[in-house]
T-cell receptor
């Protein structure tokens, strides 16, 4: 099946710093990538949808200036958490989709990145 | 919120028993998917059922979908200790996956 990787798998940073998380589709071109956030013992919440070459569409309540998303190529999307604070500590998961892969309605998930802000 | 609801929130059973989890949603969907997540790990895709399908099987898994009631169920038969995990349903709403709140399944040996 299609493979999606994330880097780093975990990161610890100081409050006030920015952290960049990469999401790559390894064996297919992703026309659309999604970013989710998951707090402990909770479900995944969709943060934003990004299409290659265009601005990301953020879900209600997600600050676009705090969570910068760049989908510069068909295989790479990045999420930058700017001026991170302890409340941003979470598990961030990306997924990728290509309408031409498989039956077009599957999303392929990365393994997630655990962010801890001290 | 468009997030689906799942019940039960937690389920504890003995190995060999069947486990049933239910998912309800509010809007029209393209498909509904079930995922498993072990503690602190990534998602494992279990099964996808499209809006024009009513039932689907995969190994020990059986998924049903009732679009008139906007609900789905996941049945795991002959459960094993290794099935212990959180299970999430997710509905495809216009290309976006919206996850339910999840069911935490514990299978005791």
């Amino acid at each position: 099946g299609a493979v999606v990787s994330q880097h780093p798998s975990w990161v610890i940073c100081k409050s006030g710093t920015s952290v960049k998380i990469e999401c790559r589709s390894l064996d297919f071109q992703a026309t659309t990538m999604f970013w989710y956030r998951q707090f402990p013992k909770q479900s995944l919440m969709l943060m934003a949808t990004s299409n290659e070459g265009s601005k990301a569409t953020y879900e209600q309540g997600v600050e676009k200036d705090k969570f910068l998303i760049n989908h510069a190529s068909l295989t790479l999307s990045t999420l930058t958490v700017t001026s991170a604070h302890p409340e941003d500590s979470s598990f961030y998961i990306c997924s990728a989709r290509n309408w031409l892969v498989g039956k077009g309605d599957e999303q392929f998930f990365g393994p997630g990145t655990r962010l801890t802000v001290l | 919120s468009q997030q689906g609801e799942e019940d039960p929130q937690a389920l504890s059973i003995q190995e060999g028993e069947n486990a049933t989890m239910n998912c309800s949603y509010k809007t029209s969907i393209n498909n509904l998917q079930w995922y498993r997540q072990n503690s602190g790990r990534g998602l494992v895709h279990l099964i996808l059922i499209r809006s024009n399908e009513r039932e689907k099987h995969s190994g020990r898994l059986r998924v049903t979908l009732d679009t008139s009631k906007k609900s789905s169920s996941l049945l795991i038969t002959a459960s094993r200790a290794a099935d212990t995990a959180s299970y999430f349903c997710a509905t495809d709403q216009g290309g976006k996956l919206i996850f339910g709140q999840g069911t935490e399944l514990s299978v005791k040996p």
